[in-house]
C-alpha cells in the first residue's frame, strides 16, 4: 500500500492514538477495546477500526487491541522508533525561543539542531546552547546537512520565503508558525500552527445559533 | 439550521475561508471561483461549495463568489464581526509569554483580559501590561467577568484541573497548549494546538514507503 492511497486525514489521527496508547500502557492496561479508546478521544469506534484496517488488523477478538504492541506497531509505522529526527529552526523571536524552550519537542524524538534568524542582533548570539546563524547560511546549511525537517517561526512576511529557501534544501516536513497560507510542491509536507483560526472557528459556537439560510435557496 | 446539523469540521474549515477571502480583497480582486479558491488552498472546489451550502448560496453563476461580501458573511456566521473576544490566558511561562505577545490575537479580534498562574514568583508581577493573578482567584474571576473564551499554557500535569477550573466557571471555547487529551462537557469547545503530534504525524512521509499488510489481512 503506497502512502497516496492512505488518506493524510487518517496519518494525522495515528499520533493521537499513539499518545494515548501510552498513556494507557502507563495506567498498566493490557488490552483496550475501540469502543473504550475512541470514547476517551471523542471519536467513533468506527472510525478507529477503519483507520487502524488500512495498516493491517490489530483487534483480537473480545479482546480489544493489545496496548503496547500497538502503540509501537503505530509508532513504527509512523517512522518515530529510529533515531531521533533532526529540525532545523528559524526564528528566534519570541516564539522562536519557546519552540527552541519546549522539552516535548525532544521527549517525542524531536531536535532543533541548527538556528537561523536574519536580524542582525540575534545572529551570532547562544540562545538555549544554540548559535544562531544567518539564515541567509540556509541554503548552504541544508545542502549539506540533509535535515529534513524544518520549523518557522518567522513574522508572516517573511515566511514565504523562508519556506522556499527550506524546500528548495530538501527539506520535506515543514512546521509553520506563520499565518499564511502558502502551498508547497507535492513530496513536501507543510503543517501550520495557527491559534487565531482555531479561536476563529470556536467564536461560531459562542454566538447565538445561525438561523439557516438567508439567501435564495436553491 | 441549528448548530449541531453543522459538521464541526466545516467550521473549521470556514477561517481559512475568510481569511484568504481577505488576502484576495487585499489583491484588489472582486471574484473569485471555487476552483482558484480551492487551489489556493489546496482543497477540491466541491469541498468549498459543499462547505458553504450549509450557510446559504453565495456564488454567481460565471462569476464566482464575490470576495468581500463572502469574506463578511463567513466573520458574521462564526461571530466575528462583534465586539473583541474577552480571553483569560493561564500560565506565564516561556509559552504564555509568547502567547502574550503575539499581536495576532488581538488583530484577529481577541484579546487576554486576565493572566493567571501558580507560581508564587510570577503572581503579583506585570508581564506585557497583565498583572498576573494567582490561578486560585481564577473561579472567582470567572464568576464575576463571564469570559467565555481561555488559553491553557500551563504544563500537562497542570493542564486537567485549569481546564477543569475554566469550565465550571462557565468558559465554554478552551485553546490548549498542553499535550494531554481530555474530554468538556457537550456545549463546551476544547481545540489542542500540539505542535509534537503535527511532526509525528509528517514523519511518516519521511520513511520508507510503508509495505503494507503484515498482519493476517481479512
Redesign the interface.
Known amino acids: ?3 497516496t492511497e ?1 488518506p493524510d486525514i487518517v ?2 489521527r ?3 492514538y ?3 496508547l501510552g ?1 494507557l500502557a502507563g495506567e498498566g492496561r493490557d488490552f483496550i477495546s475501540s469502543q473504550e479508546l475512541g470514547q ?3 471519536v467513533t469506534p468506527a472510525q478507529i477500526r477503519k483507520d487502524l484496517s488500512y ?4 483487534g483480537k477478538r473480545g479482546r480489544g487491541y493489545e496496548v503496547v504492541g500497538l502503540r509501537e506497531r503505530l509508532r513504527t ?4 522508533n ?1 533515531r531521533v ?1 533532526e ?1 532545523v529552526l528559524v526564528g528566534v523571536g ?2 522562536g ?3 527552541l ?2 522539552a ?2 525532544r ?2 524524538g ?1 531536535e532543533v539542531v541548527r538556528v537561523f534568524d536574519s536580524d542582525p542582533n540575534q545572529i551570532g548570539r547562544m540562545i538555549d546552547n544554540h548559535h544562531v546563524a544567518d539564515v541567509a547560511t540556509l541554503p548552504q546549511y541544508l545542502q549539506s546537512s540533509r535535515v ?2 524544518g ?1 518557522v517561526a518567522v513574522p508572516a512576511e517573511a515566511a514565504p520565503s523562508v519556506i522556499e529557501m527550506l524546500v528548495s534544501g530538501g527539506v ?2 515543514i ?1 509553520s508558525y506563520a ?1 499564511i ?1 502558502t ?1 508547497v510542491p507535492s513530496g513536501v ?1 507543510l ?1 501550520q ?1 495557527d ?13 447565538a ?10
Not at 495498516?55 to 490489530?58: A, H, K, L, M, V
Not at 445559533?209 to 436553491?218: A, H, K, L
Open positions: 500500500m503506497s502512502e492512505i496519518i494525522r495515528l499520533p493521537l499513539a499518545r494515548e498513556l476517551r478521544l471523542g495498516f493491517g488488523r490489530f509505522i509512523l517512522g518515530l529510529g529526527k529540525m519570541r516564539l525561543r519557546a519552540v524552550g519546549y516535548g519537542f521527549r517525542g524531536f529534513a525537517m520549523i520535506r516536513a512546521l499565518p497560507t502551498s509536507h503543517r500552527i491559534p487565531v483560526m482555531e479561536l476563529e472557528s470556536m467564536a461560531y459556537y459562542l454566538e445559533p445561525f438561523d439557516g439560510y438567508v439567501e435564495d435557496p436553491q
